[in-house]
C-alpha cells in the first residue's frame, strides 16, 4: 500500500521533476555537475567604498540597535559583541558546525548536535547588510565601515564553496538580493567596488548549476534563484560585459518568468499554500522589478505581471489592516526577505504596499503609516490612487475562501493540490475580529525538532477541522511530503447575499472517510456545520482558541467577547478544553486552549460563535 502511495505522489510530482532531482544529486555525488568543480579566491573588501554621501531624510524610522543584536526569526534578539556574528553556529543552542572548512556538500542537512541548520545560516542572509545601509545613509559615519569589516570577516570565514553557508542555493539568492539592495540604497549599484562584483560573481557561480534542482521544488526556491541570477547577472554584465553575467542574465529571466508562470495561479494563488511564503515570494518579485526598472532592463511579460498583481491581491485579501498580521497557513519559516520597515516580523502590509505600489500603481492603504516605509527608503512615490478593500470571494484555483462581514474576517482552507501539500490542513478555518486571531492555525515551529513537533505541527491535529481516527488527513512519506493528495467532493458552492456568506466544501480521503463543512457569515455571527461519516472509531472536531480565560457554561465557552456553543443531536464522547500549541515566529511554540469535541457516530456538529456587531 506505501508503495502505491508513493508511486503515486512521484507522479504527481512530476516526472520532469523527480528526473531533475535524480541529476542533481547524482551529479553532485559523482562530481559531474560542475558545481563540484567550483574554484575561486577569496574576495577581498573594501566592498562598498567609503565615499561621501547626501544624508537620507526620507522620514522613515531606522532600525535599532543593528549593531548591538541581531534578530533571528522576526522574535529572537541576540546580543552581539564588537566582532561580527559567529557564522557557523547554532546561536540558539551554542552549538558550531564542525569542520566548517569541509566542501558544502559533505556537510549534512540534519545535524542532531548543532540543531535546526536555518539557525547557522540566519546571519548570512544578510539582513544586516540592510540595516547597515540604511544607518549610513541616514548620517552614521561608522555604519558603513561596520558594514565592510563584516562582509570581509564573513568572506575569510566562508571562503567559496567551503561551510554550511554555501550549502544551499537559496542562501546564496537571498545574499545576492540583499547585497544589491543595499548597494542601491548606498547609491552604488551603478558603480560598483571590483571586490562587491567579485562577491557577486562567486555566488552566481554557485547558484548556477544547480538551478534545475530548485525548480524542481516547484516553491521559492526556483523564484528566489531565477531572480539572484536576473539582478546578479545583469548587473555583472553592465560593468563587466565580458563576464558570464549575460548568460546568467537571461537564464534568471527565462527562469523567473517561467517560475511565475507555472507556480501563481490566475487568481493569485501560489504553488507553497502558505501566506509566509507568498510574501518571500512577492518580495522577491518586487526586487526583480525594481532593479529592472534600475538597470532600464526590457520588461517582463505580460503574464509576469498579470500573475504579480494577482499574487499581491491574494495577499492583500489575507492580511488584515489593522495590524497587518495574517492568517498563519502554511508552513512559516520566520523568512522576511526585505526587511526595510521598522515593523513586526508579522506585519505584512510593507510587502503588500511595495508590491501594489509596483504592479498595479496603487497603494493598498491610504494615508501614513508604517506600510508606506520600504517606499520611502526606496524612493517610491506613494500612489494617489487607492486599491478598493478586499471583498468576499473564492480564491479556487488554491483552495482558499475569503469571508468579510462587519468586524470579522474568515479564512477557509480546502484541497487543491496541483501542488505538493506541506501540512494536513485541508477545511481548516481562521477567524478573525478586529484584526484579532480568535480561531486560529498552529504554523510550523521548525523544520529539524524531532519527530513529536514534526508530526504535530503540519499534522491535522493542529488545524480547526475533523481530524478522524487519531490520524493525519494524508499519509505522511517524508519530513516535508504527503502522500494520496485529497481533492474536493463536487464544486465548492458559494453564496452572498445581503444577509450572509456563505461557502460549502468537502473532501473524501484515501481511507472513506468524509468530511463536509458548510459556513455560514453574518453580521456578529459564524455558523459552521460540520458533517462526518466513514470513519471506523472516532471524529475529533478541533478549535484552537485565542490564548486567554475561557469559561464553559453547558456547551458554550466564551472569553468574554467571544461565545461559542456547539450543538449537535449526536452522542458526545468528550467536550472539552485540552492544551495545544502554536508557533506564531519560527522556533517558538506557546501553548493554547483547544476545543475538542468528540464522536463516535456519523452526523452533524453545528458550531456557532458569536460577537457584539
Same mark, same amino acid.
Given at each position: 500500500m506505501l508503495l502505491v502511495t508513493k508511486a503515486r505522489t512521484a507522479y504527481l510530482l512530476g516526472v520532469m521533476n523527480l528526473l531533475r532531482v535524480l541529476a542533481y +544529486? @547524482?551529479?553532485?555525488?559523482?562530481?559531474?555537475?560542475?558545481?563540484?568543480?567550483?574554484?575561486?579566491?577569496?574576495?577581498?573588501?573594501?566592498f562598498f567604498v567609503d565615499q561621501r554621501m547626501t544624508q537620507m531624510l526620507c522620514g522613515a524610522p531606522l532600525p535599532a540597535n543593528w549593531y548591538a543584536s541581531l534578530r533571528y526569526f522576526g522574535v529572537f534578539e541576540?546580543?552581539? #559583541?564588537?566582532?561580527?556574528?559567529?557564522w557557523h553556529a547554532n546561536v540558539l543552542l551554542g552549538q558550531a558546525i564542525g569542520q566548517p572548512d569541509r566542501p558544502w556538500w559533505q556537510i549534512p542537512d540534519f545535524d542532531g548536535r548543532v540543531g535546526d541548520i536555518k539557525v547557522v545560516w540566519e546571519a548570512s542572509r544578510f539582513d544586516w547588510v540592510l540595516a547597515c545601509a540604511q544607518h549610513a545613509v541616514a548620517g552614521d559615519k561608522e555604519a558603513l565601515q561596520r558594514l565592510d569589516a563584516w562582509l570581509c570577516d564573513w568572506s575569510r570565514a566562508n571562503p567559496p564553496y567551503l561551510g554550511p553557508n554555501w550549502k544551499c542555493g537559496q542562501e546564496a539568492s537571498i545574499r545576492v538580493m540583499h547585497l544589491a539592495m543595499a548597494a542601491r540604497l548606498l547609491g552604488q549599484h551603478s558603480s560598483p567596488s571590483d571586490s562587491l562584483l567579485d562577491l557577486i560573481d562567486l555566488h552566481l557561480q554557485r547558484?548556477? %548549476?544547480?538551478?534545475?534542482?530548485?525548480?524542481?521544488?516547484?516553491?521559492?526556491?526556483?523564484?528566489?534563484?531565477a531572480a539572484a541570477l536576473f539582478i546578479g547577472g545583469s548587473w555583472l554584465y553592465r560593468h563587466r560585459p565580458a563576464s558570464r553575467g549575460a548568460k546568467w542574465q537571461a537564464m534568471g529571466r527565462r527562469w523567473l518568468e517561467n517560475r511565475i508562470a507555472r507556480l501563481i495561479s490566475p487568481d493569485g494563488s501560489f504553488s507553497q499554500y502558505s501566506v509566509n511564503y507568498h510574501r518571500v515570494m512577492l518580495d522577491t518579485l518586487s526586487m526583480a522589478e525594481l532593479w529592472r526598472r534600475d538597470l532600464a532592463l526590457d520588461a517582463f511579460s505580460a503574464l509576469f505581471y498579470e500573475r504579480a498583481q494577482a499574487a499581491t491581491k491574494w495577499l492583500r485579501a489575507m492580511t488584515r489592516g489593522d495590524n497587518g498580521d495574517a492568517p498563519n497557513l502554511g508552513a512559516n519559516d520566520g523568512a522576511r526577505l526585505l526587511p526595510l520597515s521598522v515593523t513586526d516580523y508579522r506585519d505584512y502590509r510593507p510587502s503588500v504596499q511595495l508590491a501594489m505600489t509596483l504592479f498595479s500603481g496603487k497603494s493598498a492603504w491610504s494615508g501614513a503609516g508604517s506600510w508606506n516605509e520600504p517606499l520611502l527608503w526606496l524612493g517610491l512615490p506613494v500612489p494617489d490612487q487607492v486599491e478598493p478593500p478586499p471583498v468576499t470571494r473564492l480564491f479556487d484555483d488554491g483552495g482558499y475562501a475569503c469571508l468579510y462581514r462587519g468586524r470579522a474576517f474568515v479564512a477557509l482552507r480546502y484541497p487543491?493540490?496541483?501542488? +505538493? %501539500? #506541506?501540512?494536513?490542513?485541508?477545511?481548516? @478555518?481562521?477567524?478573525w475580529l478586529d484584526g484579532e486571531n480568535v480561531l486560529r492555525d498552529a504554523g510550523s515551529y521548525s523544520y529539524n525538532a524531532g519527530d513529536e513537533w514534526l508530526s504535530y505541527f503540519p499534522g491535522t491535529g493542529s488545524h480547526n477541522t475533523v481530524q478522524?481516527?487519531?490520524?493525519?488527513?494524508?499519509?505522511?512519506?517524508?519530513?516535508? @511530503?504527503?502522500?494520496?493528495?485529497?481533492?474536493?467532493?463536487g464544486k465548492p458552492v458559494f453564496i452572498t447575499t445581503e444577509v450572509a456568506d456563505r461557502v460549502e466544501v468537502g473532501y473524501r480521503d484515501g481511507w472513506r472517510a468524509e468530511h463536509q463543512r458548510k459556513v455560514a457569515l453574518e453580521v456578529g455571527r459564524m455558523v459552521v456545520e460540520d458533517r462526518v461519516a466513514g470513519f471506523r472509531k472516532n471524529a475529533v472536531l478541533r478549535w484552537r482558541l485565542q490564548p486567554g480565560e475561557w469559561t464553559r457554561e453547558r456547551t458554550t465557552w466564551t472569553n468574554g467577547r467571544v461565545r461559542l456553543t456547539v450543538v449537535t443531536d449526536l452522542p458526545v464522547d468528550r467536550m472539552a478544553l485540552a492544551e495545544g500549541w502554536e508557533s506564531r515566529y519560527y522556533l517558538q511554540k506557546t501553548a493554547l486552549p483547544v476545543l475538542e469535541v468528540e464522536v463516535s457516530q456519523a452526523g452533524t456538529i453545528r458550531t456557532i460563535v458569536e460577537w457584539n456587531s
Open positions: +544529486r @547524482l551529479g553532485v555525488r559523482t562530481g559531474v555537475n560542475p558545481v563540484r568543480s567550483l574554484v575561486a579566491p577569496v574576495p577581498q573588501g573594501p541576540l546580543p552581539i #559583541s564588537e566582532v561580527p556574528p559567529a547558484i548556477a %548549476p544547480t538551478i534545475g534542482y530548485a525548480v524542481a521544488q516547484d516553491n521559492n526556491h526556483g523564484t528566489s534563484e487543491r493540490f496541483r501542488f +505538493r %501539500p #506541506s501540512q494536513a490542513d485541508a477545511l481548516h @478555518l481562521d477567524l478522524f481516527d487519531g490520524r493525519d488527513q494524508m499519509p505522511r512519506i517524508s519530513r516535508f @511530503l504527503f502522500g494520496d493528495w485529497l481533492k474536493v467532493s
